[in-house]
């Protein structure tokens, strides 16, 4: 059950769908910290389980070669002691020669209890064998994942801050537009051309007194002649007329 538990809940973890669970993220970034966290924490937890299956599977093997070796050393006993029986028979010691037949039997007993064992830890090995395989495969799909979420993590805070800078530079461009009416330069502008316009009034002004004086000077200038002539002609005449003087 543990080792099935663990087998499912790397499967699970492996067919993740990343790109989904970012897009339903409120926030991505956090998201993908966290599911680092979980990742990292579920690799570490299950390469531990992992090593424990592999250890217990390593356990049946070193049996089986132990119950392997023990039935061809019990069947070389039996051997041995089945030629001592012949050759203790075969030199009229029956007594003895039976006494080695019933080690020969106790030996084959032994053979044959090694050899099952043996065979019976097979199907087991051949199981677990197959797990460790599934695990392992299973825990470099967790490392692959692991990989890619950090890539993702690493490419979704390096856009953000991409997108941030450009926010600030184009904040930054709207607020020295000087055609902006709003920004602070086409207020200044715009205060600018109204103090120039003001001078341009007090110009314009000036100039227009200045012409109603000179014209002024004009009119006081013909009058003055007026009078002049009117005075020349009102005073005697200091010219009299010759008299005529008869020849």
Do not use: C
């Amino acid at each position: 059950m543990v080792k099935q538990s663990i087998f499912g809940r790397i499967s699970t973890l492996v067919r993740a769908n990343i790109n989904s669970l970012i897009d339903q993220a409120e926030d991505p970034e956090k998201m993908l910290d966290q599911l680092v966290r979980d990742y990292t924490n579920s690799i570490a937890e299950a390469e531990d389980a992992v090593a424990v299956t592999i250890g217990n599977l390593r356990m049946l093997e070193q049996d089986h070669r132990e119950d392997v070796a023990a039935a061809s050393d019990w069947g070389r006993k039996a051997l041995a002691a089945s030629s001592k029986a012949d050759e203790l028979r075969s030199s009229g010691n029956a007594a003895d020669a039976n006494k080695f037949d019933n080690l020969a039997k106790v030996a084959i007993g032994k053979q044959l209890q090694s050899e099952k064992e043996a065979r019976d830890a097979e199907p087991t090995i051949a199981s677990q064998t197959e797990t460790v395989d599934k695990l392992k495969q299973g825990l470099d799909g967790m490392k692959q994942k692991l990989d890619q979420l950090r890539t993702k993590r690493n490419e979704l805070v390096a856009r953000q801050k991409t997108a941030a800078a450009q926010s600030q530079v184009l904040g930054a461009m709207r607020s020295i537009d000087i055609m902006d009416p709003t920004s602070e330069l086409g207020r200044y502008d715009e205060k600018v051309r109204r103090e120039e316009a003001k001078v341009m009034g007090q110009q314009e002004l000036a100039e227009s007194s200045l012409d109603k004086q000179f014209e002024s000077l004009e009119d006081l200038g013909t009058q003055t002649e007026i009078e002049a002539r009117l005075a020349a002609l009102k005073q005697p005449q200091h010219l009299t007329a010759t008299p005529h003087r008869e020849g």
